[in-house]
């Protein structure tokens, strides 16, 4: 086997390999030389090549959503470092397992002069885990760092930052290890309700209005039994999300719809005496204001690792997972007298018959591409979903309970959806839909620049001609300053993307070219495929907020 000259390497690929890190990500460079040469020889690593390190950073986040093991990404010194900034943010605050190993230049080097040289050490540290900064010689204190912050990346899902000086030469290799690496074990927690519960249990058993609200959560994360005992409980009201990948028929899982036309009567009657939350990010903005003014008396989070106080009102964490946190408390609860849920069935009831009634009007638009688009995804997928508008409009409506929701809500940015989605779909080995704005998808079109995209991965693009969020936010004004400065106005497609990096490409502007679009890309797995839709500028957000006035 080859292996790198330089000792330290092969420190840092030896403990890798030995700790289970075998998803590499690595983008060109001189100063990685030994650890690209490492990785890429040794036959327990599978490793991919991306030369834009933001892509590759957003595309190894994918992978490791996926497989919920940490995967690691390589750069070389200098700015290339930095451009994994984004992807680390959000690996930060979707608890995402995810090491960045990046090649420096000796401390002598720094501040020097010296070409591509920055400062690097400590350079994520609001937002890592982590952070290793070797020496330039293998020993045991390097390998202690290099334990720990893999450890740390495995135990508390986020991100770390290993920083390795490497001097010159850098592209010498040998046949045999010269290092025998220290390895240690990490310390694997095991979640236990560690409290006692039934004082909890007192204040559940005599509340009669109870909010469960879930945000980004894993798929089958939480027992089926313990949704039947919430969906059943008349003082409990379940509402989701689209990324709650829960589902059943008495949950709520289109939140705006249920509570924008609520009058300060209703949202007083809705006021929860307690609030239960687990999962990650909320979407909504009308539940979280509505939360954050009519504030439950009590509010519980439920997450083995952290818990956000997002409507000012947090009042216990319970650091477990939902599965141990239920099978301990529903065994203290009882059902209780209450209309809480009958009423909030009634409203989900009235507002499902006139939102179906308006979509049988309205034309064609950002609105009704999804009500064609979600119900012909094919069954047992994937749907990663980009932010801004895309991940708006698909909280108004459900999804099949065999496809599996994914969103980079950590930070809720545009910047990488689609290399994540990329990544996530290589990770998971399942067909995978993206379903991306024109905005955020020519943000990251590098992210097409990639030789690993599955042939069964499609994309839908819904092309409006800007950033058509800022339409529907406060604030809009029909000037040249908004259509240039907020709405970024454009008249481009994808066409050329298309063809340049070889996907089938295909065009709908009607509700018929939709359906005939969306039948040809799901039966056609040899390439591949972009869908892009376009739809009117001027109309989508009239539409939309004609539609919650609708519903009234």
Request: proline content about 5%; hydrophobic content about 40%; charged content about 20%.
């Amino acid at each position: 086997m080859t292996y790198p000259k330089i000792p330290l390497a092969q420190s840092i690929i030896e403990i890798c390999r030995q700790k289970g890190i075998h998803t590499i990500v690595i983008s060109p460079g001189s100063r990685n030389a030994p650890l690209t040469i490492g990785f890429v020889n040794n036959s327990n690593f599978t490793c991919y090549s991306i030369a834009d390190e933001r892509c590759a950073a957003f595309f190894a986040l994918g992978i490791a959503q996926q497989i919920k093991k940490p995967v690691a990404v390589i750069c070389t010194s200098g700015s290339a470092l930095l451009n994994y900034y984004p992807a680390f943010a959000e690996a930060f605050y979707s608890q995402i397992p995810f090491i960045v190993i990046s090649a420096d230049r000796p401390q002598d080097k720094i501040d020097i002069g010296d070409g591509q040289t920055i400062r690097q050490e400590n350079v994520f540290e609001n937002h890592s885990l982590y952070n290793a900064n070797l020496t330039e010689n293998a020993s045991p204190e390097n390998d202690f760092l290099i334990n720990e912050a893999i450890n740390k990346a495995f135990a508390k899902c986020g991100p770390v930052h290993i920083n390795v000086p490497f001097e010159e030469p850098l592209y010498e290799t040998v046949s045999q290890l010269s290092v025998n690496p220290q390895i240690s074990s990490s310390i694997s927690k095991e979640f236990i309700v560690d409290e006692n519960l039934s004082q909890y249990a007192s204040i559940w058993n005599s509340s009669k209005k109870k909010l469960i609200l879930v945000g980004v959560n894993e798929p089958n994360a939480v027992e089926q039994k313990f949704l039947e005992n919430l969906a059943n409980d008349s003082s409990v009201v379940v509402m989701i999300e689209t990324t709650s990948n829960l589902h059943h028929p008495k949950f709520i899982n289109t939140i705006d719809t249920i509570i924008t036309p609520f009058t300060d009567k209703d949202f007083e009657d809705f006021q929860p005496e307690i609030l239960l939350t687990f999962g990650g990010m909320i979407v909504s903005k009308r539940i979280k204001a509505f939360l954050r003014k009519y504030k439950p008396q009590h509010h519980w989070h439920i997450d083995s690792l952290r818990a956000y106080d997002t409507f000012g009102c947090l009042t216990k964490h319970f650091v477990t997972q939902p599965n141990i946190f239920f099978k301990s408390f529903f065994e203290l609860t009882q059902n209780i007298e209450s209309d809480y849920n009958e009423k909030a069935q009634k409203i989900k009831k009235l507002r499902q018959e006139k939102s179906e009634l308006y979509l049988s009007k309205i034309p064609f638009s950002d609105f009704k591409v999804f009500e064609i688009l979600l119900p012909r995804l094919p069954q047992n997928s994937h749907l990663q979903i980009s932010n801004s508008s895309p991940i708006r409009y698909a909280q108004l409506f459900d999804i099949e309970k065999s496809i599996e929701v994914f969103s980079n809500r950590g930070t809720s940015g545009i910047d990488g959806s689609t290399s994540t989605a990329i990544g996530a779909a290589v990770g998971s080995q399942k067909q995978t839909t993206f379903i991306a704005g024109d905005v955020g998808f020519l943000y990251d079109s590098n992210a097409l620049w990639n030789n690993y995209i599955p042939k069964n991965f499609k994309i839908i693009l819904i092309n409006n001609g800007g950033g058509g969020i800022f339409r529907i936010l406060p604030g809009h004004d029909e000037s040249e300053v908004f259509t240039t400065f907020f709405e970024t106005s454009h008249c481009l497609t994808a066409e050329h993307l298309a063809k340049m990096y070889q996907l089938e490409y295909h065009i709908a502007s009607t509700e018929e070219s939709l359906k005939n679009g969306l039948d040809i890309i799901f039966n056609q797995n040899e390439k591949p495929c972009l869908l892009e839709v376009f739809t009117p500028t001027l109309q989508n957000d009239k539409l939309l907020l004609d539609y919650f006035n609708h519903l009234v």
